[in-house]
């Protein structure tokens, strides 16, 4: 028998057992798909940490440290105490003067003497000395009541290779000298040629006594510059002069008139010393210290009656003041004390009775304290630094803003010899020198020594602003006014966004999606779900585009048509329904469907419609004929805002007590009523419950306005074109077929038996919907509702065309709003590239990234547990 041929049925067997084999090809395909997605999901993860090992490189720099990059230590020779220094944007020249008026011009790497000049003081002798910001404008005062002015400047020019002199003296590796010349080679290969420009310009007779203290302002124009300076003479008299200059642009003549005005006696104990003067670039303040702890503060804003504006004590009992000096912008005075402590004061406008301007000064930042008392301090020309020094020989170098020490140096040289300290014009060094003509010179590289965490994240107190505030302000109208780089800002600002579009989005598409999927007919859905997968087509900056200059002029001139169409929408929906109960059951089932859809469309268009009528009346009656003046709080009280808005909450609460106490009765009075009949109770029923809540909700707005309450000024405030509202509206348009489609498809995927078993039961379609679909499709519903949370965070054209783009934090919907988004995109093509607005741009978009990872893992997290859940049903 085994070795009979096999039988036909036997073959038959065989190649059907062959054709349950799977074919080399196919298993191939398999195979090289399974690749293709595992190398494709792996680039992505690669890609993503690419983007943020990038946007961490870029961030980094902001938070490390500053270096020190070398310092040098060289002796000069002049006949008297040094009094003055000035120093180069380059750290190549420098200027020392001193007591008798020698001015020393020298280079700053190699000590080496360049020029000498002699400024002709007639015999008189140096007891005081100030100078402009610049420090190329200075003011001496002299034992014999004099004030002279000098010029003490550089000037920088380029010299071309081919027109370089002979003769140069070479004085280190990169710089040549002749005749008061340094030559200093470049990257293109010619030569940058500085020189110091010194000279005396004028003197002015103040006092018969000498000057101890004084300080020096220019400004004005060119052709007609202005002089004012604050003196303190032997006797404590504190002068102000104005000296106007005429400059005759043809001659180059100048013709100076001086006026000075006596300020009234500070009124000071005969043991209470003046230890220095500021006066405001502005004229309209001057500020005198003493060794009591106390400043005082006149009022100069009227120079035929100065005034005694303030007396204020700056320092603690039995601690004195020993140095002033103002931050760039001068709304910031910096104070050292004689126990080595240092506080920033600001003049801020309280209202206060107490002085005459109605300002105040107020200790806003209490800095390290140096081991000794502070000596000297200077500014820095173009930040918020200044240097230090104490008598111990500490150099510290202190960024205000930010509120960090940044260099703790220390002198090497004779310490018993008075020092004082500038910080070079571009802040990357310090030039130190002593009376014995001894300089010290540091130089070092700054980051970016204006950000903190706390300046990113914390509030800080700028000058300027009444309190410590959450402030983004990247850049100004001057370069007197401090970056300021706060993330908070921005960060509520796309919260703000997201918030007010999803509260738009997410019941509109989700309503849309239970409706198109268990209410509608197929052949509706099949037009109806393409259709709003169309809107998500359209490009966001065309969305932008008509919120801009469409819906934001058309909300503005139809507020009130658009307030009262969230009622009138709601409404138009639910009359739509009641209608549609009141049909009989015939007709009914013979028009479900498209039909119905079109009572639906029609009704919400003529509730629309008759808002669009009633919106000037509403305006009228609840807003008091001028809503944007109603925002600001001049006319009318809170209560019609009130009543919209706690109109819902009020009927929910209603029903839900109707529900409580007659619904069983209720549900047993219409089970044995015909469809029409009861359809007309029901809205009877709800037409009576909407004017109790009415009722309901008018009481408790008139309540709220009793106790106080106003929702101006916080939720509500003034209304600007560009805000929230529209924002809310169009973003929304944008992220509603997102969240719709995903949302539809999900509750599409619940099996059908779950229906079929659900209504069998005796369940409505709407308790389908709600106790067992829903819950089913919970996991996709709220995947849907994050990947639109997502898009609305992450959104940019719409928030740059339609928010106004101002980084406030307030929640008022008719303000505007800045997001991370949309100032990276405003700000990004003009930072500066490695700048510290360009590194906290990448910050901005590095904290975005994290914000959406964080929101995407907890929204996974969440979307897990309801298919766990789903699961066991």
Known sequence: MSDMAPTTSERGMAAKRRRMTTRSSVVLGEKLAGGIITVGGLM????????????????????????????????????????????????????????????LTFHVPSGTEVARTELDFNGAQVTSVAGTLERDRVAFGFDDGTVRFSTVGFSSTATARSRMPTGLTRIDA????????????????????????????????????PIIAIDYRVGGTVERPTIAFATVDASGQVRVSQSRVQINMMTGQETVSTTTTDLPPLGIGADETITGIMMSGTGDRAIVATDAGFIYRYDLRNMDAPSMAERRRVADQGVGVTSL??????????????????????????????????????????????????????????????VATDAAG???????????????????????????????????????????????????????????????????????????????QSTAGTDLSEPKYSLVPLIFGTFKAAFYAMIFAVPIALMAAIYTSE?????????????????????????????????????????????????????????????????????????????????????????????????????????????????????????????????????????????????????????????????????????????????????????????????????IDSYQQRNALVVGFIMAFAVIPNIYTLAEDALNAVPGHLRSASLACGATPWQTARWVVLPTAASGVFSAVMMGMGRAVGETMIVVMAAGNTPIMEWNIFSGLRTLSANIAIELPEAVKDGTNYRVLFLAALTLFIMTFIINTGAELIRQRFRKRAFNL
Do not use: C
């Not at 709003?532 to 065309?542: C, D, F, G, H």
């Open 325 to 386: 000096s103002f931050l760039t912008a001068e709304d910031a005075l910096v104070v050292g004390m004689d126990d080595g402590g240092i506080a920033v004061w600001f003049r801020l406008q309280t209202g206060t009775s107490a002085t005459t301007d109605g300002r105040e000064m107020v200790r806003a930042r209490v800095h390290a304290p140096m081991p000794a008392a502070v000596t000297d301090l200077s500014e820095s020309q173009r930040s918020k630094e200044f």
């Open 174 to 209: 990169r710089d040549q000298m002749l005749d008061g010349f340094v030559y200093t080679r470049v990257g293109t290969g010619d030569y940058r040629t500085n020189s110091s420009v010194i000279e005396l310009t004028s003197v002015e007779q103040v006092s018969d006594q």
């Open 519 to 715: 209410f509608v007919d197929k052949r509706v859905r099949g037009t109806v779900k393409p259709m709003m997968e169309m809107m998500e087509s359209l490009p966001t900056v065309v969305l932008g585009f008509i919120a801009a200059l469409v819906l934001a002029p058309l909300v503005e001139e139809w507020i009130g048509a658009v307030l009262l169409g969230f009622f009138a929408l709601p409404m138009g929906l639910m009359i739509g329904a009641f209608a549609w109960q009141t049909l009989p059951a015939q007709t009914a089932l013979k028009y479900d469907g498209f039909p119905k859809f079109v009572l639906m469309g029609l009704s919400i268009l003529i509730t629309a419609w008759v808002a669009a009528q009633l919106g000037a009346s509403l305006e009228r009656v609840l807003f008091y004929g001028d809503f944007k003046q109603w925002t600001t709080g001049r006319i009318g009280t809170g209560t019609p805002f009130m009543f919209l808005i706690l109109l819902p909450l009020s009927y929910f609460v209603t029903a839900w007590g109707f529900r409580k106490q007659f619904g069983h009765h209720y549900r047993d009075l219409i089970a044995g009523m015909d469809r029409s009949r009861a359809g007309m109770v029901d809205a009877g029923r709800w037409l009576a419950l909407l004017l109790v809540a009415m009722v309901l909700s008018i009481l408790v707005a008139l309540g709220l306005t009793a106790i106080g309450y106003d929702p101006r000024g916080s939720l």
């Open 394 to 472: 500490n150099v510290w170098v202190y960024h205000s803003t930010s509120d960090q020490v940044l260099f703790r140096l220390e002198r090497s040289g004779d310490l018993t010899a008075d020092a004082r300290a500038m910080l070079f014009p571009r802040a990357d060094g310090v030039l130190l020198v002593n009376d014995t003509a001894e300089f010290e010179a540091w130089q070092y590289t700054q980051k970016h020594p204006e950000v903190t965490l706390k300046v990113l994240f914390g509030k800080i107190w700028y000058e300027g602003y009444g309190q410590p505030a959450y402030i983004w």
């Open 44 to 103: 992505v993860i690669v890609a993503v940490l690419g983007i943020m090992v990038f946007l961490f490189r870029v961030v980094a720099p902001l938070m490390t440290g500053s270096e020190l990059d070398g310092n040098v230590r060289h002796q000069l020779d002049l006949p008297g105490a040094v009094v003055w220094v000035n120093s180069d944007e380059f750290q190549t020249l420098g200027v020392l003067v001193d007591t008798t008026g020698t001015a």
